[in-house]
T-cell receptor, first 115, second 113 residues
């Protein structure tokens, strides 16, 4: 079973920030939070990941609460091409070095960016 | 630099048949994972291969088997196909060690009639 909970759908106006929440209250200390997205009929695309600290890359920002029980993915200026299903995933590492590890996907959040 | 490639793109089989799906990982990657995605659902982990051995396995029956070759490419085999095996089969590759980012291929759409 997925270890995360996400709202099934969200809308966002084009050009505005999209804030996608995720609950992962049972996350363990060495488990990372990952975000992927899947545009219709394509393979999932990696967005960002984090352990404790907030992270930012060219696609998005990831805000993780201090207790690590929830996180928020922020797309700063959403475009129509950001319409997709967004998956928040807690990665189960194979060993203490975070090697290997399967991704356990939940249902995700279907984000619709509207003009 | 080619990303993850999968073949075939689409496949139609009948119940009871066997199928083989193929995956070539991204250049420089040595770990391959397979996922099954039913319509309207998130991908489900089938198994992962590293150094030609199955390293992790999800909750799938023995009808699902795999193989990894010395060049790191991989095959997924499904025997005795059931209607419920109809899905998008995704291959993902990653590098050695922490392997934070898994790159997914476009998938193979399998339809079982």
């Amino acid at each position: 079973d997925a270890k995360t909970t996400q709202p099934p759908s969200m809308d966002c106006a084009e050009g505005r920030a999209a804030n996608l929440p995720c609950n992962h209250s049972t996350i363990s200390g060495n488990e990372y939070v990952y975000w992927y997205r899947q545009i219709h009929s394509q393979g999932p695309q990696y967005i960002i990941h984090g352990l404790k600290n907030n992270e930012t890359n060219e696609m998005a920002s990831l805000i993780i609460t201090e207790d690590r029980k929830s996180s928020t993915l922020i797309l700063p200026h959403a475009t129509l091409r950001d319409t997709a299903v967004y998956y928040c995933i807690v990665r189960v590492a194979e060993n203490i070095y975070n090697q290997g590890g399967k991704l356990i996907f939940g249902q995700g959040t279907e984000l619709s960016v509207k003009p | 630099d080619a990303g993850v490639t999968q073949s075939p793109t689409h496949l139609i089989k009948t119940r009871g048949q066997q199928v083989t799906l193929r995956c070539s990982p991204k250049s420089g990657h040595d770990t391959v994972s397979w996922y099954q995605q039913a319509l309207g659902q998130g991908p489900q982990f089938i198994f992962q291969y590293y150094e030609e051995e199955e390293r992790q396995r999800g909750n799938f029956p023995d009808r699902f088997s795999g193989h990894q070759f010395p060049n790191y490419s991989s095959e997924l085999n499904v025997n005795a196909l059931l209607l419920g095996d109809s899905a998008l089969y995704l291959c993902a590759s990653s590098g050695t060690g922490a392997a934070h980012e898994q790159f997914f291929g476009p998938g193979t759409r399998l339809t079982v009639l």
